[in-house]
């Protein structure tokens, strides 16, 4: 489980690096988004994996950690709120100088 | 339990959130609420920094214990950059009054949601809750840089929340990292584990740590990671741009926290882990910052790059890692925060005066009415951000080149700072003869020289000013902080009495 849990961050981060770097600002949207799935992936795998554990002392001989959880939550919720913002921001950007790149054609001094 | 440790943290939060219930065109009120809250913080903070003289106040919410509830730590470094901000904020809600406020939407509740932000990410003792300020002063500051909305304001806004949202993701995994490795996010119980990690685990621990910094050298906005700042800062209302002031030394400052705390003396291996790339980096960013003011072509941006200076300088202050440069720096950090602060509202207000179409460019304007007034205060400032005397960059620049170690380290420090110095006063006189001496009569001004502004301005002068008078029992309270600094026993044990003097053994 390990292995494909990585494999599969490993894809999702990359992924999200080469979008981000495209010059026009859709697809650096969309890299945002996979890179914070591969965050918040991450995040949870730092309590380590398991399956049907709870996340409470007592009721069994281990228990899954549930802090991760708590900070995915959080952090899964900014997350939307910034990428919900860049959306907006990008189509200011494009009403406002017509062209939908990430950085201006002429820049200036 | 003392509960003086949540208020700057409390009060812009529920003035903030009041304030965004409040319909658009009831300003008065909400300019009455906003003042309230910007006047309470300063009592609060100097209170705060009266407080933790005596030691650090720890304050636990929810009263569990820490490393299992979230800590707000106030040492007399959190406690310093608090009054640094608050008075900072003070002059920059003032002067938004005047009528910067009217430009847009909900600028009063998003000042103070940025406040929040930027006391809270000084005042927390944990390190997610460091992330959580982070985004609140982040997203705040993604809409105060919006406000107003003209097309440049939003061609640099996207930069800078595309890069911020990057810097987030990285922020996290390092927090996740380290949390695996260590399993606590309270940063005394962090560092404690550190120093007791197997060796094994020190690369990872390692690279955790970097990232981190890097995260913070983004917000601190070092070489090469500046590039989205002079635009932004720039393009800025002036009392957003005069607030963002602060924003770079947040950035600094978590590195000095970290560095410090969790990678400090005690951590083995990882003690002193990134210092050496840091000062290197700083001193890049120095030269890079004093070259970008020779070459600005408006006067904000010539701040903006005065701002990268003023980083590369306090960077390379801490790359050294000595009490007496972490003083020293301190000091400086604060002068240059202020001057900043100064230099931004002047910037806009000249802009204001000269007009939207020529606003702060390097081009012949019109003559600007009080000229010996306006003059005067922009002299002022400029001499003190070079660090000329009689001003406070003059002291902050001589303790810094007083403590540098000799050997190439002093070389290459003098050279930076003496030869940037330079740099920043041939870019200051060309700024100042051009705004006041080629002028264009035949040019109509576009508003007349308004009295609350500039007294923004000169309230952040005047406190530059102090900082040269009080020049004595600073240093002394600043050489206290950065003794406990680099001795973190006393914080550690403030924040966790259970294991009060048993460093290194944690359970």
């Known amino acids: ?109 | 339990m003392n509960h003086l440790p949540i208020l700057p943290i409390l009060i812009p939060l529920f003035a903030g959130a009041i304030m965004a219930m409040i319909p658009g065109d009831r300003l008065p009120l909400k300019r009455l609420i906003s003042s309230l809250a910007a006047f309470l913080q300063i009592p609060v903070a100097v209170g705060l920094l009266i407080g933790a003289g005596g030691g650090v106040l720890v304050y636990r919410l929810g009263d569990w214990p820490a490393p299992f509830g979230i800590i707000l730590a106030v040492d007399r470094l959190s406690a310093l950059m608090l009054f640094v901000a608050s008075i900072l904020a003070a002059a920059a809600w003032l002067y938004a009054l005047r009528g910067d406020d009217r430009q847009g939407r909900g600028f009063h509740a998003l000042f103070q949601f940025q406040i929040m932000g930027i006391f809270g990410a000084f005042l927390t003792g944990d390190l997610f809750n460091l992330f959580v300020f982070f985004e609140i002063l982040l997203i705040a500051s993604y809409a105060l840089l919006l406000h107003g909305r003209t097309t440049d304001r939003i061609r640099a806004g996207l930069h800078y929340v595309l890069l911020n949202i990057f810097g987030s993701s990285l922020f996290l995994i390092a927090v996740g990292a380290l949390y695996a490795m260590t399993g606590t996010l309270n940063m005394a119980d962090m560092a404690l584990r550190i120093a007791s990690a197997p060796p094994a685990d020190a690369p990872l621990l390692g690279a955790a740590g970097t990232l981190l910094i890097i995260v913070f050298g983004l917000k601190a906005a070092v070489f090469p990671l500046y590039f989205w700042l002079p635009r932004a800062y720039a393009a800025a209302a002036a009392p957003v741009a005069a607030l963002f002031a602060i924003m770079t030394k947040v950035g600094l400052y978590s590195i000095l926290r970290v560095h410090t705390l969790i990678f400090g003396a005690d951590a083995g291996d990882l003690s002193g882990l990134v210092h050496e790339a840091l000062w290197i980096v700083a001193l890049i960013t120095l030269v890079a910052g004093c070259i970008g003011a020779l070459g600005a072509a408006s006067l904000e941006r010539l701040v903006a790059y005065l701002v990268i200076v003023s980083v590369g300088t306090i960077a390379a202050g801490l790359a050294l890692q000595t009490p007496e440069a972490i003083a020293a720096t301190l000091y400086y950090l604060i002068h240059s925060t202020w001057i900043a602060g100064a230099l931004f509202l002047l910037a806009g207000e000249f802009a204001r005066m000269r007009g939207e179409a020529i606003g702060g460019r390097f081009v012949p304007g019109p003559p600007l009415p009080r000229p010996m007034l306006l003059g005067g205060l922009f002299f002022a400032a400029a001499v003190s951000v070079a660090g000329m005397p009689p001003l406070s960059g003059f002291i902050g620049k001589l303790l810094l080149l007083s403590i540098v170690p000799t050997g190439w380290q002093t070389v290459f420090f003098y050279a930076a700072l003496l030869g940037g110095g330079l740099l920043v006063i041939t870019a200051l006189g060309r700024a100042g003869s051009t705004l006041f001496w080629r002028t264009d009569a035949r040019l109509p001004g576009a508003a007349g020289c308004d009295a609350v502004r500039l007294s923004a301005a000169v309230l952040l002068l005047t406190a530059g000013v102090l900082l040269v008078i009080l020049a004595q029992p600073l240093m002394d309270y600043l050489e206290a902080a950065a003794a406990s600094l680099i001795d973190p026993k006393e914080y550690i044990r403030a924040v966790l009495p259970a294991v009060s003097g048993a460093k290194g053994g944690a359970p």
């Open chain 1, 1 to 109: 489980m390990e292995l494909l849990y990585s494999m599969v961050l490993g894809g999702l981060a990359a992924a999200g690096v080469y979008l981000l770097l495209r010059g026009r600002t859709f697809p650096v949207v969309v890299g945002l988004t996979l890179l914070s799935y591969a965050v918040n992936l991450f995040l949870f795998a730092t309590g380590r994996l398991a399956t049907g554990l709870p996340a409470v002392i007592g009721h069994s001989e281990t228990y899954a950690d549930p802090l991760p959880q708590a900070l995915v939550l959080t952090a899964i919720v900014i997350g939307f709120a910034l990428t919900a913002l860049a959306v907006i921001l990008a189509l200011a950007a494009l009403s406002a100088s017509g062209h939908d790149g990430v950085d201006d054609e002429k820049e200036q001094p």
